[in-house]
């Protein structure tokens, strides 16, 4: 299974035995949307629910970090996945969230994930089937693991200002990169880290939002000055959307890109991190 599927692919495969499918939908709260709700109403036959912000560090200060390993391998057992399912994530987001679930899921040990192409927008628009209710799944066992090399914390970013050892690309807005625009959490400083490079997630997708050609993808990332021949860091508002510019770097054969977990949530809410504004 390749790490993109497209919705006739997915038509395909629906039901067969080994293979799971994830509605990983989410919305920040100036959205005005149910993600839950939207998905109890309408989502892929088969498909379950995978609440972000349920499947997180709920101890933590910050937005939806990464979740203790116990935690994410008991959520996704009750969501019926587990070892030798084949995964595909889709979403209905903005935020094309379901690339952090991918990222999550691949982090935490499972082998086969895919990104539906186009979401659950296409999969509508092409009027394939749908269902609604809540699904009934049966507990599958999950045996997970953390590559703690997809991760990067605080310490780790303000050490890269001094070594450089790697590139960090933002993929938050361009105003919001240069400080121009306001940041949604009030209580956060504007601008970006020194250094970084920006390159907004949206630039990823065609119009109908599916993501653009390897060739397109490639020209994004070297217009924003990233080689993906050396490490990347990906960062944004709250470790969502920089998960698109890890999926897409994927696509482009890059291994080596880790997403900044606690992002500008973390850097732009200290008073003491360097913070730069400004193209």
């Known amino acids: 299974m390749t790490p993109l ?17 994830i509605d990983a939908t989410m919305f920040l709260a100036q959205h005005g949307r149910n993600a839950r709700a939207e998905f109890e109403a309408a989502h892929i036959p088969g498909a379950v629910f ?85 699904p009934v799944v049966r507990h599958r066992h999950f045996t997970v693991w953390a590559d703690k090399s997809m991760v990067r914390d605080m310490k ?3 050490d890269n200002l001094r070594s450089k050892a790697e590139q960090v690309v933002d993929a938050r807005s361009a105003g919001r990169f240069a400080g121009t625009e306001p940041e949604p959490r009030k209580e956060l400083r504007s ?7 920006s390159l907004p997630y949206d630039r990823m997708f065609n119009e109908d939002g599916t993501f653009k050609s390897v060739d397109a993808l490639k020209a994004e ?17 709250s470790g969502v959307t920089s998960a698109v510019l890890a999926f897409a770097a994927t696509l482009l054969g890059h291994k080596q890109m880790a997403i900044y977990d606690g992002s500008w949530s973390e850097w732009g809410a200290s008073a003491t991190n360097p913070v730069v504004t400004g193209a």
């Open 5 to 21: 599927v497209t919705t006739e692919w997915l038509a395909a495969e629906l039901g067969k035995s080994d293979l799971r499918v």
């Open 50 to 134: 995978f609440d972000i912000d349920e499947v997180s560090d709920l101890t933590a200060s910050l937005p939806h970090m990464l979740p203790p390993a116990e935690k994410f391998a008991s959520r996704m057992q009750a969501l019926g996945l587990g070892d030798g399912s084949r995964i595909v994530v889709y979403d209905n987001s903005p935020l094309r969230s379901s690339a952090r679930a991918w990222w999550m899921l691949t982090l935490f040990g499972a082998h086969e994930v895919a990104i539906l192409d186009g979401g659950f927008a296409k999969w509508q628009a092409e009027a394939r089937p749908v269902e609604s209710g809540k």
């Open 156 to 158: 780790a970013m303000t």
């Open 191 to 197: 601008g970006h880290i020194p250094g970084s490079r």
């Open 221 to 237: 990332f070297d217009m924003a000055g990233i080689d993906l021949e050396k490490p990347v860091v990906a960062t944004c508002g």
